[in-house]
């Protein structure tokens, strides 16, 4: 399979790459790793007219810790961030996550930035963000703004990123003392995309759950919180039982998908299975 | 069209592409370097892995165009003076391979994951090469030949295990 004609421009920088945007306006898309768009293009699902390619720029990279945040430059792939030492002391399960994404091949070209904007269903890391709650900085020609993880999914493939703007950072809380974070998924064999992915955060205080943060990937057209399951875990003190209450809550108010890989009813059931699993990791490291 | 520039197994070559051109099309059809399979063409069977600038990455979803001034590394490029790689030794000797269809990508897998690790447990090679799938041997061969390239690479004596 061949994507219908396009042109492909190769952007320097990220003011080179907005310039390319306002000039192509809606007919352009911003090409990362590619390993979403372009088999979408090869199946024409998305036939932009300009690629504009932002893989590998200065611009994009950097991982960091700036007092109790870590920023991830959008450029960088899931494998410099599964290898990333700064990464996996200040946040782990990011690196974790992004470490299990697809195979070697499809991490040495994925980015961080590229999985958020692009909104997949299965993503795993939308999930992940959700429950961290993150937020991204996005550029355009007029200037910069941040958006939080509860505001940026929007519906399947579709995020609140403006066609004029571009992801440029991604930033997670540090985890701290008494907190808490996991992502469990069921992984579809081949692609190894999220069938179901539960991510969670929690944080406990002399012995009692004082924040919870679920998101389920995997199962509906786009990542989304668990207002029920959290509501249900905070204030328990986090034993088997509160687990079991919470992921019971789990998948309670959300549209489901079914497609040949597994039926609505299976990936409802899966949700509380994973989200069981979620909490119990991100319990069992805030204790630790 | 793109002029690009690109090294392919040490080779220097500059060739006008479509920009919709994708790596594994342009390996096959321009040089002619058909060792590089295309299998599912959906990035998930690992039958066009190519190594670019050191890293292992499915050519049917890589643009041509991107890799302008890259060095690339096909099945092609291992042998070196009619001498086969260790990794094309191994899947010859602990029989690695039945068809063969899907044995050019398993050995590029290996070769980067050699790269990083030249001395993987079992199960790292089996997660090196979760980006390829066999559809005959049933990957406990190939996972022989690959140990039995690392052990060569790594200076030890081998030898072709019963199988």
Redesign the interface.
């Known amino acids: 399979m061949i994507p219908a004609a396009f042109q492909y421009v190769k952007a320097n920088s990220v003011a080179e790459a907005l310039v390319l945007l306002q000039q192509h306006g809606e007919d352009a898309k911003l090409v990362a790793g590619g390993h979403s768009l372009i088999p979408a293009m090869k199946l024409r699902l998305s036939q932009p007219s300009v690629l504009i390619d932002i893989a590998g720029m200065a611009d994009l990279k950097g991982i960091a810790v700036n007092g109790a945040e870590l920023t991830i430059g959008a450029g960088e792939t899931y494998h410099a961030i599964a290898t990333s030492a700064t990464v996996k002391n200040a946040c782990g399960v990011v690196a974790a996550c992004v470490g299990q994404i697809g195979d070697i091949q499809v991490r040495n070209c994925g980015t961080i930035g590229g999985a958020l904007a692009h909104s997949d269903p299965a993503a795993d890391l939308t999930a992940v963000f959700l429950a961290l709650g993150g937020k991204v900085t996005a550029q355009s020609a007029n200037g910069s703004r941040q958006i939080a993880a509860d505001d940026l999914f929007v519906s399947m493939l579709t995020t609140a990123l403006d066609s004029g703007e571009i992801l440029a950072k991604v930033t997670v809380p540090v985890l701290q003392k008494g907190q808490g974070a996991a992502y469990a998924k069921l992984k579809h064999p081949a692609s190894r995309y999220a069938i179901v992915g539960v991510a969670a955060m929690v944080t406990i205080s002399n012995g009692v759950v004082t924040a919870a943060r679920v998101a389920v990937t995997g199962a509906g057209p786009q990542a989304v919180r668990q207002a029920s399951c959290e509501k249900t875990l905070v204030g328990s003190n986090g034993d088997a039982a509160a687990v079991k209450a919470a992921a019971a809550k789990a998948g309670d108010d959300m549209d489901y998908l079914g497609d040949i890989h597994a039926s609505e009813e299976y990936r409802r059931a899966m949700v509380q299975v994973y989200a069981a699993r979620a909490l119990n990791e991100a319990l069992a490291q805030a204790r630790a | 069209m ?1 002029r690009i520039t690109v090294t392919v197994n040490g080779k220097s070559h500059t060739s006008d592409v ?5 790596l594994v ?1 342009y390996l096959r059809e321009q040089l002619n370097l058909t060792g590089t399979h295309i299998g599912c ?6 039958a066009c ?1 190519v190594v670019v600038d050191g ?4 050519s049917c ?3 041509a ?2 890799c ?1 001034h890259a060095s690339v590394t096909t099945i092609e490029g291992l042998a070196q003076d009619g001498n086969l790689h260790p990794l094309q030794e191994g899947f010859w000797e602990c029989h690695g391979l039945q068809c063969g269809f899907c044995t050019p990508g398993m050995i590029m ?1 290996a070769y ?2 050699l790269q990083q690790n030249p001395n993987p447990s079992d199960d790292e090679v089996r997660h ?1 090469l ?4 066999c559809r005959c041997t049933g990957y406990h061969n190939i996972v022989r030949a690959v140990q039995y390239a690392a052990a060569k690479m790594r200076g030890e004596e081998v030898s072709a295990p019963n199988v």
């Open positions: 793109a479509e920009d919709r051109t994708l099309h063409d959906t990035s998930q069977c690992g892995v890293n292992s990455v499915k979803t890589t643009l165009a991107r302008d897998s980067d994951l090196g979760e980006g390829n799938l």
